[in-house]
């Protein structure tokens, strides 16, 4: 979709339909939404005062206008109770609305900014959530349909954004980019996220990261078996072993700090299928572990999104990538794998995969001289149990860092919360024979899965997200539920690290 902006009065502006809102329980509406009612001769506050529009969050009242004004529409989008209105509040409100008129067959409209003015937002974070809540709204994975009703195959030519003052008009169109360019890096994410494992190997992603990285002006470096071999990653190997797939760690690097700047390194679990292993999974917890690689996914989503954006900071992103599959030569219960810092690792489940990788990804990392890493990774149904699924969460060493990542999950409606990670959960991995084993009993288990990973970062200031229940959405009422999460994978991460990102560099 489009996005534009203009410069005009929204009563007097011509599209196929016209975006304006209410507030719950105002009778006589002010603003945009009083122009166009006066433009209309009330038809507005007719149908407040009939019962058909009350103001109720999302509530979307859609009529045409008969030829009283150049729209042939108006759509007013209800946004709740003036306490609980937020940013989060106008993205669910903008998908709400990009949707409704979507499925109505309408593909062209012209939209207030919501929470500018009476919403009390400044017109930069309300224009941001506005176009983020639109185009994460009508995302679709739909490339591997080839049967669809005419309805289906609805989409989206133009949102145009209309400002009535000139000296704003510069302020909506740099958010409108800067919103793109994030909700763009979101959708590719879901889109790999989505796509079958077969059509997403660890090589089909690593052209896919060269090929970013070349659009992005990213430097990127693929290390294959015989590089991995040298660099002694046995873990991420031993994962590899399984699989007739060959397994590539994708680094990408940006540049868009200062020379000597110390980078932010990015690691995510890159597992492209995730099997078990001979610890093989039961069949229904087979069925969504093709989304085991979102972390590697977020990773180049975010270095995407960073570079497109300039933010004035230098990052590296790691993603160990391959499958977990049991075969003849896989790794087996028991087995000890050494790891790329020298320390070792007890095997005692195989489907604790992703911890392995890390363990590796994570140590390389360190060899970047990094001033903080941070992973994400799809890595324990226990952090799910913990936290439910609409909560990433969060266990590290970095304390500012953690400060930092709460916040702009509190920005983006990407929420986290942290876990413990006491040094009394160590007794839970200790290993007879390793340096440390790869499970941790019963209980605790997404704190015993990031305690393993904290031997892998020395002293760098460090935050691990579990992003295991948020990586994905059913609409089921244990899931995320926004109008911006239709159905499928949430492009968890981008947003949230983007976020901190900018609050890292202020200047932007
Ligand atoms: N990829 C899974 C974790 C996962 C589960 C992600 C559900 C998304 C949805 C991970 O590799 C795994 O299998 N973890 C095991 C660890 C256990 C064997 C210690 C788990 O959580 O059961
Ligand atoms: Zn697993
Ligand atoms: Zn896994």
């Given at each position: 979709?489009?996005?534009?902006?203009a410069l005009?009065?929204i009563e007097e502006?011509?599209?196929?339909?016209?975006?304006?809102?209410?507030f719950k329980?105002?009778?006589?509406?002010?603003?945009?939404?009083?122009?166009v009612?006066?433009a209309?001769?009330?038809?507005?506050t007719?149908l407040?005062?009939?019962g058909?529009l009350?103001?109720?969050?999302k509530e979307v009242?859609?009529?045409?206008?008969?030829?009283r004004i150049?729209a042939?529409r108006?759509?007013v989008v209800?946004?709740?109770e003036?306490e609980k209105?937020?940013l989060?509040r106008?993205?669910?409100?903008?998908?709400k609305v990009?949707?409704?008129l979507?499925d109505a067959?309408i593909?062209?409209f012209s939209t207030?900014?919501?929470g500018a003015?009476?919403?009390g937002?400044d017109?930069?974070?309300?224009?941001?959530?506005?176009?983020?809540?639109?185009l994460?709204?009508v995302y679709?994975?739909?490339r591997y349909?080839?049967e669809?009703?005419?309805e289906e195959?609805?989409?989206l030519k133009?949102?145009?954004?209309?400002?009535k003052?000139q000296?704003?008009?510069?302020?909506a169109?740099?958010?409108?980019?800067?919103s793109q360019?994030v909700?763009?890096?979101?959708?590719?994410?879901?889109?790999?996220?989505?796509?079958?494992?077969?059509d997403?190997?660890p090589?089909?992603?690593a052209?896919?990261?060269?090929?970013?990285?070349q659009?992005a002006?990213l430097k990127?470096?693929?290390?294959d078996?015989d590089?991995?071999?040298?660099?002694?990653?046995g873990?991420f190997?031993?994962?590899?072993q399984g699989?007739?797939?060959?397994?590539?760690?994708?680094?990408?690097e940006y540049?868009g700090g200062?020379?000597s700047?110390?980078?932010?390194?990015?690691v995510?679990k890159g597992?492209t299928f995730?099997?078990?292993?001979?610890s093989l999974k039961p069949a229904d917890?087979m069925m969504a572990?093709k989304e085991d690689m979102?972390?590697a996914a977020?990773?180049?989503?975010?270095?995407?999104a960073?570079?497109?954006?300039?933010l004035p900071?230098?990052?590296v992103g790691?993603?160990?990538?391959?499958e977990?599959?049991?075969?003849g030569?896989?790794?087996?219960?028991?087995?000890?794998?050494?790891?790329?810092?020298g320390?070792t690792i007890?095997?005692l489940?195989?489907?604790?995969?992703g911890r392995l990788v890390?363990?590796?990804?994570?140590?390389y990392a360190?060899?970047f001289?990094?001033?903080?890493?941070v992973?994400?990774?799809?890595l324990?149904g226990?952090?799910m149990?913990?936290l439910?699924?609409?909560?990433?969460?969060?266990?590290g060493?970095?304390?500012?860092l953690?400060?930092k990542?709460k916040?702009?999950?509190?920005?983006?409606?990407d929420?986290?919360?942290?876990?413990?990670?006491?040094?009394?959960y160590e007794?839970?991995?200790?290993?007879?024979?390793?340096?440390v084993?790869?499970?941790g009993g019963?209980y605790g288990?997404?704190?015993t899965?990031a305690l393993l990973?904290?031997k892998f970062v020395?002293?760098?200031?460090?935050?691990?997200?579990?992003?295991?229940?948020?990586?994905?959405t059913?609409g089921?009422?244990?899931a995320?539920?926004?109008?911006?999460h239709?159905?499928?994978?949430?492009?968890?991460?981008?947003?949230l690290l983007i976020?901190?990102l900018?609050d890292?560099a202020?200047?932007?």
């Amino acid at each position: 979709m489009e996005i534009k902006v203009a410069l005009g009065r929204i009563e007097e502006t011509k599209d196929k339909a016209i975006v304006v809102n209410l507030f719950k329980g105002v009778k006589t509406p002010g603003g945009a939404t009083g122009a166009v009612d006066g433009a209309l001769e009330g038809m507005i506050t007719d149908l407040i005062r009939g019962g058909d529009l009350t103001g109720k969050f999302k509530e979307v009242v859609l009529f045409r206008t008969l030829g009283r004004i150049p729209a042939e529409r108006v759509l007013v989008v209800g946004l709740g109770e003036k306490e609980k209105f937020s940013l989060d509040r106008i993205r669910e409100v903008s998908a709400k609305v990009a949707r409704h008129l979507r499925d109505a067959g309408i593909d062209t409209f012209s939209t207030i900014v919501h929470g500018a003015g009476i919403g009390g937002f400044d017109l930069q974070q309300a224009t941001e959530a506005l176009v983020e809540g639109a185009l994460l709204g009508v995302y679709k994975f739909d490339r591997y349909k080839t049967e669809q009703e005419e309805e289906e195959k609805r989409k989206l030519k133009r949102m145009t954004v209309v400002v009535k003052d000139q000296k704003d008009v510069d302020t909506a169109k740099k958010a409108v980019q800067w919103s793109q360019t994030v909700a763009s890096a979101t959708n590719l994410v879901r889109d790999l996220v989505a796509s079958p494992s077969r059509d997403k190997t660890p090589t089909r992603l690593a052209e896919i990261a060269s090929q970013v990285a070349q659009e992005a002006g990213l430097k990127c470096t693929i290390i294959d078996r015989d590089e991995a071999e040298k660099l002694n990653m046995g873990a991420f190997l031993g994962v590899a072993q399984g699989s007739d797939e060959p397994p590539k760690l994708i680094v990408l690097e940006y540049s868009g700090g200062p020379k000597s700047g110390k980078p932010i390194a990015i690691v995510g679990k890159g597992i492209t299928f995730d099997s078990g292993g001979l610890s093989l999974k039961p069949a229904d917890s087979m069925m969504a572990m093709k989304e085991d690689m979102a972390g590697a996914a977020a990773t180049i989503g975010t270095l995407r999104a960073a570079a497109e954006l300039k933010l004035p900071l230098n990052l590296v992103g790691i993603a160990p990538c391959t499958e977990n599959l049991p075969s003849g030569r896989a790794t087996k219960p028991g087995d000890v794998l050494k790891t790329h810092l020298g320390k070792t690792i007890e095997v005692l489940n195989t489907d604790a995969e992703g911890r392995l990788v890390l363990a590796d990804a994570l140590g390389y990392a360190t060899s970047f001289d990094p001033q903080a890493i941070v992973d994400m990774a799809t890595l324990t149904g226990a952090c799910m149990v913990a936290l439910g699924k609409k909560t990433t969460g969060m266990m590290g060493t970095g304390e500012g860092l953690m400060e930092k990542l709460k916040e702009a999950g509190r920005k983006t409606g990407d929420y986290v919360w942290p876990l413990p990670l006491f040094d009394d959960y160590e007794d839970q991995i200790k290993s007879e024979v390793a340096d440390v084993k790869n499970i941790g009993g019963k209980y605790g288990g997404a704190i015993t899965a990031a305690l393993l990973l904290k031997k892998f970062v020395k002293d760098v200031p460090w935050v691990h997200l579990d992003i295991a229940g948020t990586v994905w959405t059913d609409g089921a009422p244990d899931a995320l539920k926004r109008e911006y999460h239709p159905k499928g994978p949430t492009g968890v991460g981008v947003r949230l690290l983007i976020q901190m990102l900018r609050d890292w560099a202020p200047s932007t």
